[in-house]
Nanobody, 125 residues
């Protein structure tokens, strides 16, 4: 049974930083690409970042490029999202996700196979 468990969310002031973690189990971590999406209340889930299973390619939404960094630690079966210079935008839920593929429409939710339950991030002004 595949499980993705996010942590690290919380309340932070604009300009601050947070690091999200996602621990995985039930899958061969090195064989999966890992991604992060976020969703504001009443809005669609949107792509944030993905790291292809090799770890050598990363992709970011334009809105976070230069501020967020996705990384993975195969020894810990964990993917991280380092978020710096956070902008005030209320509360988003951040979701960890995984895909058993390394090419295609990584920015679309349908590309992914499994999802975590999410962790909330609130950025105050």
């Amino acid at each position: 049974q595949v499980q993705l468990v996010e942590s690290g969310g919380g309340l932070v002031q604009a300009g601050g930083s947070l690091r999200l973690s996602c621990v995985t189990s039930g899958l061969t971590f090195s064989s999966y690409s890992m991604g992060w999406f976020r969703q504001a209340p009443g809005k669609e889930r949107e792509f944030v970042a993905t790291i292809i299973r090799s770890g050598f390619r990363t992709y970011y939404a334009d809105s976070v490029k230069g501020r967020f960094t996705i990384s993975r630690d195969s020894a810990k079966n964990t993917v991280y999202l380092q978020m710096n210079s956070l902008k005030p935008k209320g509360t988003d839920s951040y979701y960890c996700t995984t895909a058993a593929r390394n090419s295609g429409s990584y920015y679309m939710t349908g590309w992914y196979d499994y999802w975590g339950q999410g962790t909330q991030v609130t950025v105050s002004s």
